[in-house]
C-alpha cells in the first residue's frame, strides 16, 4: 500500500476531498468494536499518531490468544488509559492473566492497579531492544580512536551483535589479525 492524501485520492477517484473524507470517517466508524469483555493476554504498547489523536503517541492492545488488535486508544497517558479500562468490570478486569509491555513504567503501574490478578511481563523485542542499544553503546564507547583495536570494533561490529551459534568455525584470513582465523576465535581475542 502507498501512503497518500485525500487529495491525491480524491484527484484519482474524480471526487470531492469532502466527499474522500466522508467516506473515510464512515469506514472508521464501522470498524470502531466494543467488547463487552477484556482478553485473558494482553500486549500493551504505542506507536506514533496522527495529527487528530490527543498526542503524539497513541495506544495499542492486542489480544495474544488471537493476534488481533483488540482496541486503539489516542492517547497514551495514564488517566485516559485508565478510565478507558474501568468501563470494564472488576470481574473482568480480574480475568486478565497475562499483560505484556515495554518499560514504560506508566504501563507498569497502571496494570498493577488495575489488573490485580495478570502477571506482568517486558515482552521480549524491547528487552532485546535495549540489550542491543547497551552492547553497541558500549562498542562505541572502546571504538575511539586511541584505541589499538579501533579498525576491529569498527569493521567486526556485526560480528559482535552475531548469536553465538551461528558463528563460523571455519577460518579465512582476516587483515586485522593478519593471519587465517575463524569468526568465533576473533571474538576471543
Known sequence: M???SEKDIAKRL???VSKIDRKLNEISSHNVLRHSSLPKYMNWDEFKATKDTKGKMAFIIVDNQSGNIFD??????????????????????D??????????TGYIFLAK??????????DRFHIITQAYVALN?????LCKKNNKHYNKMKD????????????SDIKYYNKHFNKNISQKEMLLL
Do not use: G
Not at 553503546?137 to 564507547?141: C, E, I, M, N, P
Open 137 to 141: 553503546s558500549a562498542r562505541v564507547f
Open 2 to 4: 502507498e501512503k497518500q
Open 72 to 93: 486503539i486508544q489516542d492517547s497514551r497517558k495514564s488517566r485516559d488509559l485508565e478510565k478507558y479500562f474501568r468501563r470494564y468490570s472488576k470481574t473482568q478486569r
Open 113 to 122: 492497579k488495575l489488573f490485580k490478578n495478570a502477571n506482568i511481563v517486558i
Open 95 to 104: 480475568s486478565v492473566k497475562f499483560i505484556s509491555t515495554d518499560f514504560y
Open 156 to 167: 567486526l561490529w556485526k560480528l559482535i551483535l552475531k548469536n553465538e551459534n551461528e558463528l
Open 14 to 16: 474524480d471526487v470531492s
